[in-house]
């Protein structure tokens, strides 16, 4: 029978089913045959279970397939990929506008989510504790051209409203950003109730608390499925190019321009990227950001290279 991931709980996992929620545990044959991580079931996954209702045991033995993956780098020193999510629609990319507020974590968040197939949307939080917010959406919509961006500050109620047209019946929904930057507070808004722990951000280093300590899935009064998750420090990009040009998408247009088809945009004669650049149309920190990643994901792909012919 089939069943979905909503949550999980060390080795277990909790299901939605036909029959209810029920817990289950791995079945031998997929831990065994699992290459990666990725292999292996995560929140928001359709799954394939064998139940044995008399001894109440629920062995999950397939992950079917992912209409969406959201992924991120695994801690370590190899790479692979973590999946934080699956089946996802949409990624609401948290930032709160106090300390949080960081434009090159918003465009490695951006790129995540693009990698995933799902839409990405900027949330800008706190917007009580901003005195210019509309600089800071312009700020944001530059490290993001063409994503939606919305304001609110959960905690008084304010703005709620305009995440509306993404919180569809059916539609899934992933909660994404660092720790204290306001996830915790909009869940509970969204649900109406106080369902998630929330803290203060830290006094002495601005840095937010975990309060969300594994990845669940919620359903929310209009029927749309939220995935909360815990907060993340740092966004290892382990993606291609084709999706860092996705999010770079004014380099990519430039660079259909330039005089080579192949060009690196560094030293190149007739670069249209560095005209740009030189003219003031293109913000260098945009540049800088966009070679940093390259250069990330460069060296990710020759570094699982060497891991895969090992």
């Known amino acids: 029978m089939p069943g979905r991931v909503i949550g999980e709980v060390g080795p277990l996992f909790r299901l939605a089913t036909e029959r ?33 209702w008399g001894a109440h045991r629920v062995s999950i033995f397939a992950v079917l397939p992912r209409k969406t993956a959201f992924c991120r780098r695994a801690a370590g020193n190899v790479v ?46 706190k917007v009580d504790l901003c005195e210019s917010f509309q600089s800071r959406a312009e700020e944001t919509q530059k490290a993001a051209p063409g994503v939606s961006i919305v304001g609110l500050a ?35 808004a969204l649900l109406g109730e106080e369902r998630q722990l929330t803290r203060e951000v830290r006094g002495h280093d601005h840095r937010g608390k975990h309060t969300t300590t594994r990845r669940e899935m919620l359903i929310l009064p209009s029927g749309a499925l939220l995935i909360d998750t815990p907060g993340v420090r740092e966004l290892g990009f382990l993606g291609g190019e084709d999706a860092l040009l996705s ?5 990519e247009e430039l660079a259909t ?26 913000d260098p920190t945009r540049l800088a950001s966009y070679f940093r990643l390259k250069e990330e994901a460069q060296a990710s792909q020759r570094k699982g290279l060497k891991q895969r012919r090992r």
């Open 20 to 52: 209810g929620e029920k817990t289950a545990e791995l079945a031998g044959r997929l831990k065994h045959n699992a290459r990666e991580k990725a292999d292996l079931p995560a929140v928001g996954d359709w799954v394939a279970l064998r139940a044995d």
């Open 257 to 282: 321009l330039c005089g080579f088809g192949d060009c690196t945009h560094r030293n190149e004669p007739r670069c249209a990227v560095k005209s740009a650049l030189a003219a003031g149309d293109l």
């Open 80 to 125: 692979e990929n973590q999946v934080v999510a699956a089946n996802v629609d949409t990624a609401f990319l948290v930032t709160g506008l106090d300390f949080d507020f960081n434009v090159r974590r918003i465009e490695r968040a951006v790129l995540l989510a693009r990698e995933s197939g799902a839409e990405p949307v900027i949330v800008l939080s």
């Open 154 to 188: 959960a905690k008084l109620g304010r703005g709620l409203e305009t995440l509306s047209p993404w919180l569809e019946k059916g539609k899934t929904i992933i909660l994404f950003g660092s720790s204290g930057a306001g996830k915790s507070t909009l869940v509970n």
């Open 247 to 251: 999010a770079f998408s004014e380099i």
